[in-house]
Each structure stands twice: as C-alpha cells, then as structure tokens.
C-alpha cells in the first residue's frame, strides 16, 4: 500500500508543477486556459473557476493544459487575441519550455530541502576489491582513498556513483586517482575489457569496488543450497578451503565461482572448535560461463562500515548551490544517457516504467522522507529532460517547430506538424511498449 500511495503522491506533484508551469506562463502571457487536468480519462473530481475548468483524471500517469487555440475549435472574433496560436512565437516558446522548466526548479527545490537539515556521507574508501573485476585488473586495493574520477573530485561515495555513471555514459573511460599511505596513482580502467561500454543500474557493482567490507562469516543460508547442505551454519567462520587460508569474504568467492560442481575441503570455526566439512559449490551459468555458487551471504564489518561515516552540514546558501549543482550535473547526465540510447553506448534496460518507478518510489519512503524528495527530485528532472527532447508531441517537439519557424519567417505547414506528431507519437509508443518489457523483465527476473 505504501508503494502505491508514494508512487501516485510522487506522481501527482510532479505532473502537477510541469502543467502548472504552462498554466501560468500562459495567463502571464494573455491566452485562455480552459482546462487543468491531472491525470488522463474519466474525470473523478471537476471544479470551474473562472475561465478554467480544474480536473482529477481517473488515469495518474500525466495530464495536460488546455489552452484557447483556433486549430482546435471555433473561437469568437472578441477572444481571438486570448488564443495560443495567434500568440508571437516567443511567447509560445515560452509557455511551451515552461513545464520542464517547472520540472527542474522543482528539482532544485526538493535537493535544497534534503540537503538543508545535512545527514551523513560514506568517505570515498574502497572496503573490498572482487577479484578479477575490471577495479581490481586497475590495480584498485582495499583501502585506496578514491580522490578523483575523470578530473572530478569524489568527496564520498555518492560522488564516485555519480563519476562512474557519467564516466561510462560520456566519455567512455575511467582514470581512478586514488591514494594509501601518502602515495597517489593514477589508475586507467580497461572498460570495454569486462563489458562495461553501456550503462545500467549495476554498473559500479560490475566495476568491482564497493566501501563495504565482508567478514569471512556466515550470516544467511539459502536452505536448499549446497552451503546448507554441506552443513554450515550461519555464524560459521571461514578459516581454510583445501588448506588454503581464507583471509577475506572476496578470497572465498574468487575459489567457490571456479569450482563449479567440484569437492572441495573447507575448514570453519563454529563456538570456539574447529570443524572439517566437504562442500560442492552448486553450478549456475554466468556470462555463459559455468560458475560455483553455494548460496550464503556474509557479515558486513560493522566497525569499518561505521567508521566511513561522515557528518555533512550546510548552510541555507550553500544547500542551494549544492542543489542547483547536483540538478546541473544529473540533468546533463540524464541527458547523455538518453543520447547514449540511440548510440548503443546505454544500454535499453535502463528504461524504466511505472512498476519499476513506483517500486523504487515505495523503497524511498520506507527509508524516510529525505530518500523519498531525493527521489521526486530525480525523476522530476527525468521529465523534464524527457520533456526537452525534439521529439514531436512532446514539448521539445514543439520548441523545435517553434525554432523552425523563427529561422524561416513562417510557421511549419500544418501537414508537416501532423506528420511529425504522427512519428513522435510512434516513438513515445515504442518507448513505453520497452519501459513495460522491461519492467516485465525485472518483475519476473526478481
């Protein structure tokens, strides 16, 4: 329940500021709104006031400003002045660009109040390195203070998310600046080595590094699971596997992922005595190759995990400067990725639809109001970028006709704007007929 209640609260504020932007540079600039709706089909609740007929549609997932316009319907000679298309063209471009505009000044907002009351932030120290991942293969080790990404200071680990993401959309590359014990390296990731040419919502987990350390211990079993039935238990501390001492959480999985259906001898403590099992790691088929898996989880080194915390506090001023930063910064981010689409360099599986927004929606809140206006504020400028494409039928579309018709001195021919609402139309279909795929795809994938 709380998952949709976040998700249709989330969606009704943003949709709510992006037509409310239109609606009011509109009566700023003279025309007619005759209708405000939130939310698409039957409507549930309607109120006239004034002019403008106020509307809460049975369908959340948009809505729309209703504006006096003579394409659409006869319009008296005494209110043809109030219309939308006989205002100029600069004052059209500024009732169309004012919606995403809304969006991202939404945006500003919501990150400015996340970041005014501070929290904490997890210090830029590497806790673990997978063995044979593209970090590792870099030279990144345990306990490298990640200084910098690509030039761009990584201040906490939000930040090296952040760089990762924008590194691989944008440039292509990684260069780590990293440093322990008062030496600094710069460290080049080979990207296109282990894959890491498109972007998707893994793809810093796939790089390798994490600030997390794992204990050599046992905290969950999958019960049917080769772990289980070889006989640990959770608690168990890892101590050898065929002789070969287990000094790290990483050491054991390195061993297990090769030894796909194989017996090995594995040593473990358990209350203070040591014990002897025979384990066979299960065998799964990973990047199409066979790998071991036994199906357990380890204990997180709460005293390392707590000492990467650090307090942040802001002033008023500079929550507004790090909000207007953060907004800059995903906007052009968001931006790239959705070029990066058309390019093959973003993988599609990072198009996201309802069910998967609104899980994530539900997720936020459960982790407090902070995650969940951080959230808003994310796909807020998510639709407003969505909004600024040039793609016809969104309001992109009609800025680039509106441009068109600045530099010709005459408007597009109606026969041109029909077709290519018709092709953008087709776009917007595609792109939500692969957002519900791929929503699909992680419902049934789990």
């Known amino acids: 329940m709380l998952t949709v209640l976040a998700f249709l609260l989330a969606i009704g504020v943003l949709v709510t500021f992006h037509e409310y932007g239109h609606y009011q540079v509109a009566r700023w600039c003279g025309v007619r709104v005759l209708r405000f709706s939130i939310g698409f089909g039957k409507p549930l609740l309607k109120r006239q006031r004034g002019d403008t007929e106020w509307v809460l549609a049975a369908i959340p997932l948009g809505g ?8 659409e319907g006869e319009v008296r000679a005494e209110d043809r002045h109030l219309a939308f298309n006989n205002q100029s063209v600069y004052k059209r471009i500024a009732i169309v660009a004012a919606g995403p505009l809304a969006n991202f000044l939404l945006a500003i907002a919501l990150f400015w109040l996340v970041l005014l009351p501070g929290g904490t932030a997890v210090q830029p120290l590497v806790g673990t390195v ?34 990762v993401n924008e590194g691989i959309a944008n440039e292509g590359q990684l260069v780590l600046s990293v440093e322990q014990g008062g030496t600094r390296r710069e460290l080049q990731v080979d990207l296109p080595r282990f894959g890491l040419t498109q972007l998707d919502e893994k793809s810093l987990s796939k790089l390798g590094m994490m600030p997390a350390r794992y204990l050599p211990k046992i905290a969950m079993l999958e019960p049917s699971g080769a772990g289980a039935k070889a006989g640990l238990k959770v608690g168990d501390t890892l101590l050898a596997m065929d002789g070969v001492p287990v000094k790290t959480w990483a050491d054991w999985v390195e ?65 507004l400067e790090a909000a207007l930063s953060r907004t800059w910064s995903m906007s052009v981010t968001t ?100 957002a519900l795929f791929n929503d699909l795809g992680r419902l049934l994938g789990g």
Not at 288 to 304: F, H, K, L, T, Y
Not at 370 to 392: D, E, H, K, R, T
Not at 409 to 421: A, C, I, K, N, T
């Open 130 to 163: 997978a063995q044979q991942s593209a970090a590792a293969a870099a030279g990144v080790q345990a306990g490298d203070r990640l200084v910098a990404i690509n030039g761009q200071a990584t201040p906490n680990w939000e930040a090296i998310s952040d760089a």
């Open 335 to 434: 931006l790239r990725m959705m070029g990066g689409m058309l390019f093959g360099q973003v993988s599609l599986d990072a198009v996201s639809g309802p069910f998967t927004i609104a899980d994530y929606a539900g997720k936020s809140a459960n982790q407090g109001w902070q995650s969940y206006l951080a959230f808003m504020a994310v796909i807020s400028i998510s639709l407003g970028v969505l909004n600024l494409l040039p793609v016809p039928v969104l309001d992109g579309g009609h800025l680039l006709y509106y441009v068109a018709e600045i530099i010709r001195g005459r408007p597009l021919s109606e026969q041109v704007q029909q077709f290519g609402q018709r092709i953008g139309f087709a776009i917007i279909m595609a792109l939500m007929v692969l």
């Open 64 to 71: 729309y400003v209703k504006m006096l316009d003579e394409r």
């Open 255 to 319: 061993v297990v992922k090769n030894h796909p259906g194989k017996s090995m001898q594995l040593q473990v403590e358990r209350a203070g005595k040591t014990l002897d099992l025979t384990l066979r790691p299960d065998t799964v088929m990973q990047d199409g190759q066979a790998s071991g898996r036994i199906g357990a989880a380890p204990e997180v080194d709460r005293a390392w995990s707590q000492s990467l915390l650090l307090r942040v506090d802001y002033t008023p001023f500079e929550a």
